[in-house]
Structure formats: C-alpha cells, structure tokens
C-alpha cells in the first residue's frame, strides 16, 4: 500500500536545543484514518504543522505525499498543500470573505473557474447544512457553523490528505456529529487520507483508524 | 472608514509624486520656451573688413542659423552735417562690414567662447562680439532655477515614496490574516497579494485623475497663464493626452514598484 506520510528519525522543536517530537519514526497509509492523540502541550499541534510545512525537521526524514519536507522550496510548499485539506481548531476564515468564497478558496488558488467551482461549492454548502448561509461572513455564524464552513472548504479540492487540529473542540454535539460523518465520509467514499489532532477519540467513529499517541516527545501507535 | 483614510494617504502620496513631476516637466517646458525666446532674440556681432554672405557664416560653423548685414546707413546720415560729401564717400568705403549672426539654438557660454574664437581665426574678420557676459548670467540664472526644481522634485519624490511604503506595509499587517490564510492552502505570492497589487492600482489611477483635474482648474483659473504672459511665455502647463498617460505610467510604475518590494520583502522574512 503507498505511503502518505513517511517519518524516520523525525525530530521536531522551534528552537535548537528544545525537543518536542524526538526521533520519531512512522508511516501513515493512503486512504487510512489516524487519530494522535496527547496531552495538552505534548507536541501534537507540532507534528500536524510539519506535515503541512509550518514549521521545519530538525532532524530526520519527513515525506509528505511524495514530497520530502526537510528544507522544501516555497514552490514545492505551495503545490503540496494545494493537494491537502486543512481544519483548524480556530477555523481560519477569511473574514472578508462571503462563506461561498472561503469554501471556494483551494479552487480559486487551484485555478479552477467560478462555472466549475460554483456547483462543487454549493453540493458542499449542501452537506454541511449552511446553503442557507452562503452569502453571509464568518463573524455572523456561530462557531459550530464557522467550522462546518472549515470542513467544507478543506473538502473542496478533493484533497488527497485531510490535516484536523482538534476540528470540534470547541462546537456543539450536532456540528460535531456534522464534522465526524464528513470526514468519515471522505475517508470511506473518496478515500482520503485523515489525520485528526485530539484530545479524544470520539466514540461514534464508525471506520477502521489507527491511534498514534504522543508522551514525552515519543509517539508510538495504540494498538 | 478606516480603509479610506488608507486610500486617501497613498491617493495624496501618489498624488504629490506626480504633481512634483509635472512642476518639473512645466518648469523645463517653460526654460525650453524662454531658451527659445533668448535664442531669437540674442545675436553675435561680426565686424569684417570684406563682405560675407549668409553662406559663408553657415560654412564657419553649424550652430550658425542666419546672418543679416547691419546697415550703416543711419550712421553715415547722423555724419551728413559733419563731414563733406566727398569725405562722406571715403569713409564709406573704408568702413568695415557689420552683421548680425543668429544662431540655431540657445548656446552656453563656453559654445559662445569657442564659436567667436572660431570667427576670429577667419581672415577679413575683425571683431566678433559675443556678448558672453550678459548671456552667461541670464544662462546661469536658469540652470540654476532648472537644478532648484530638478533637486526639490527628488526629494519630494523620495520622501513620499517612504511614505508610501510604510502606507503600503499598513495594509500588509491589515490583509496579513488573509494573506496566510491563503497561504496555508498553497496560494502563490502573487495571489496572496493580489489585493495590494489590485489596491495600489486603483489608487494610481485615482491619484492621475485628482492630478489632471488640478491642471484643469489651474488652466480655467488661469492664473498661471496670466503670469507666464507676462514674461512673454506662452506654453502648456498640462497636455491631458500626452502627460496624463506619462503621469498614469509613473503612479502605476510607483505604486507596483513598491508594492513589489513590500510583497518580496514579506516573502524572504518568511
């Protein structure tokens, strides 16, 4: 089975003599759903930031759909996360930006036209039950609303990688549940590879995941 | 509100680069018709033992345009009285040629030195009287004026360059969300900052249009006219066609210039 993600040795931090992931070695499957888990401050918001070229290796390998991220060009940057879908626990919304025009975001940088772009656009407004809100801006939705538009702009592009920092930390159990099954749904029909950061594994996951778990700067997988 | 207090300070910034232009461009068009008014009427004074004809001046050198005898006539006349008609005709004879050379354009003072050692060398020439001392003030004078204007414009045009810069990295930290939103999901540079390109284009072409209305209304005022009469000169302050093209080329060629500095400095501090 191809490898989406390939660490060997992976050591992450933000200044030199400061560890938070250490000699970390993993692979993450195409198509799989991974969950990491660990406590607060434990490095797991680091590792999803290298993985979408934030922040740099210290030491190591880090292949990330076939693009090697240690010391990578801004161009090689920008066409890999062209090919990835990003949610954040504070959604990152362009403020400015109708809720249509954010979920149209990765398809306009993708160079994709409105006639193309607009029905992929509204079909995913449409599973994310906001339709009714295309033409509002984010600080008028709540914030289970704000990410569900999150959730549908990171799906837009059909991205072959989904990256979610804590997505319901924060939300309500129904935009919760909206989130989960979108990206269940991702993982089973288009089979895209998701790799959540949280704090806990939900229970009504329904698909087949691997856990990864991370103490002490060390990740190792829960069987 | 805010954002058009931002507009309003790079349309002003803009706005006082293109206007210390054109002040530059009027002065030079307004030294170019005084030149031309002097070079009319400014002239050499030859004095030879033989005659010359226009042509033989022309072949001395090539700044020479024309050349017209001065006639004696009046001299002799005032003499009339004085002298007998037989000295008269003696003193006609024996009395050098005068003429007048003008010259194809407004010279230098050094042209003018280098011009009337040239006649002297020729045979039959007498005298060559160049005026140079009157000319090389009334000269000086103006460059002088020319360099005033030229260094003032400079300093404006550099001063509010800076200002438009540190307007421009205002708008940088306001769109900066955006901008790494954008980024997150693999926008180009160029994308990502499409929207300071899109402003600082929107604000050139203001910036032309407030400068070309200016001209419009000092032209129907016509103050400026009235005075450049005075001094017997008569140009075009503003040509709407030619420098109001010249002037849109400079507020875009500004305006993107330092937008891409600010756009390729934000990219290697990343």
Redesign the interface.
Known sequence: MDKVIIAENLSLSYKEFETIISKASFSIDAGAFVFVTGASGSGKSTLLKSLYGAIEPRAGQLMVGGVKMNRISTSKLNFLRRHIGIVFQDYKLIKEWTIEKNVMLPLIISGYTKDISGPQVQKLLGHVKLIHQAGKYPPELSGGEQQRVAMARALAHNPILILADEPTGNLDEYSSEVIWNLLEGANTQLKTTIVVVTHRIPSSIKVPYKHYHIEMGNIHEVS | MKSLKNHISLIIALFTVLFSVQIYVAVDRTIGAYENRLKNDYSIVVVSNKVLNPHDFKAMDSIIERSEPIATDQVLKRLQGEMTKKNLDLLKLTLPKFYRVYLSRFPTPEEIQKLQKKLEKNPGIERVEGYAQTHDTVYKLMLLFKDVVQIFSIAIAAVTSLLILKEMRLWQFQHA??MS?????????W?RSAVLFRLAIVDAIIATVVLCLAFFLIDQYGWMDLLLRTVGISIQLFDFIHDGFRSLLIALGVSIILTLTIVIGS?EE?
Do not use: K, N, S, T
């Not at chain 2, 939103?181 to 540079?189: D, E, K, Q, R, S």
């Open positions: 969300d955006r939103i954008m980024a997150l999901f693999g926008a180009p540079v994308l990219e990343e």
